[in-house]
């Protein structure tokens, strides 16, 4: 489901409450106006560390993102298919799902290097969302599908393309497109604790340690214009690949 388009107007509007709390304050140590913000931002664009920040934590963020999208799909079949599986899995994702990503990040800082950190907690934080959904799904399969598909004597092949997939991807596309922006923030708050090299969260801790602020706000700017394109591309992306297998029809 594609994000809404915000109007012109509600843009403009909170950018002029916004230089209306920094007249008010009156210093921007403390809350930067907008065009300071933006004058800051022009000029980190400028230089070689800003994009290799962003390439890096967007690297590791999206190789965690595919990696448990991958393993959620594999091993939630492998729970329908299994019970025991199903019940060795559950604790395991139970505590994916309610521990806090601080405490995760603390563990990962003990046990591994921080570059590993947005990668694992972006595993951590998708996994659980696409393996409750993808299992769902195929325990909701519509038994009269599966019973035709029987009466046909369709191949395996034949069956998961054109009887199964149809039902899990609507599941699967919903888990995926929040998972994006779930692994995004939690990434990223991940780096601020543990400060890995050339990332997004060292550049926020170190602006915030010289107490630039200026610097603090155009690089949050600058994560929620990242994170509005990182959604919007791998959303486009997965819309495109669920849309081409819902297309196909009894052709084959």
Same mark, same amino acid.
């Given at each position: 489901?594609?994000? @809404?388009?915000?109007?012109? *107007? ?8 916004? /230089? ?7 210093? $921007?140590? +403390? ?8 004058? @800051? ?7 070689? $560390? %800003? *994009? ?26 492998? #729970?329908?298919? #299994?019970?025991?599986?199903?019940? !060795?899995?559950?604790?395991?994702? !139970?505590? %994916?799902? $309610? ?7 603390? !563990?990962?800082?003990? *046990? ?6 947005? &990668? ?11 393996? #409750? ?6 325990? /909701? ?10 009466? %046909?004597?369709?191949? $395996? ?7 199964? +997939?149809? /039902?899990?991807?609507?599941? %699967? ?14 990434? &990223? ?14 550049? +926020?801790?170190?602006?915030? +340690? ?8 155009? *690089? ?11 959604? @919007? ?7 495109? !690949? ?11």
């Amino acid at each position: 489901m594609a994000s @809404k388009k915000i109007p012109l *107007w509600v843009i403009v509007f909170w950018l002029a409450v916004w /230089q209306v709390v920094s007249m008010v304050v009156g210093y $921007s140590i +403390l809350c930067p106006s907008p065009w300071l913000t933006l004058t @800051k931002l022009w000029g980190l664009v400028g230089q070689a $560390s %800003f *994009w290799l920040s962003i390439a890096t934590t967007l690297g590791r963020i999206s190789t965690g993102f595919l990696t448990a999208t991958a393993t959620a799909v594999v091993v939630a079949v492998l #729970s329908h298919l #299994s019970k025991p599986v199903g019940e !060795l899995l559950s604790p395991l994702i !139970l505590v %994916f799902k $309610s521990v806090p990503v601080a405490s995760f990040t603390i !563990l990962i800082l003990i *046990w591994f290097s921080s570059s590993y950190l947005a &990668i694992i907690i972006a595993f951590i934080m998708v996994m659980p969302l696409v393996y #409750s959904n993808v299992l769902t799904a195929i325990e /909701q399969l519509d038994p009269d599908l599966n019973q035709m598909a029987t009466l %046909f004597n369709l191949t $395996s092949y034949t069956k998961i393309r054109y009887v199964l +997939l149809p /039902q899990i991807i609507p599941y %699967f596309r919903s888990a995926c497109l929040v998972g994006l922006g779930m692994s995004f923030k939690a990434g &990223i708050a991940a780096e601020l604790i543990g400060l890995p090299k050339n990332s997004i969260g060292e550049q +926020l801790y170190a602006a915030k +340690l010289y107490l630039d602020t200026p610097s603090v706000f155009a *690089w949050t700017v600058a994560i929620v214009i990242l994170c509005f394109w990182y959604e @919007k591309l791998f959303a486009t992306a997965i819309t495109w !690949l669920c849309n081409r297998l819902e297309k196909v029809r009894w052709t084959a």
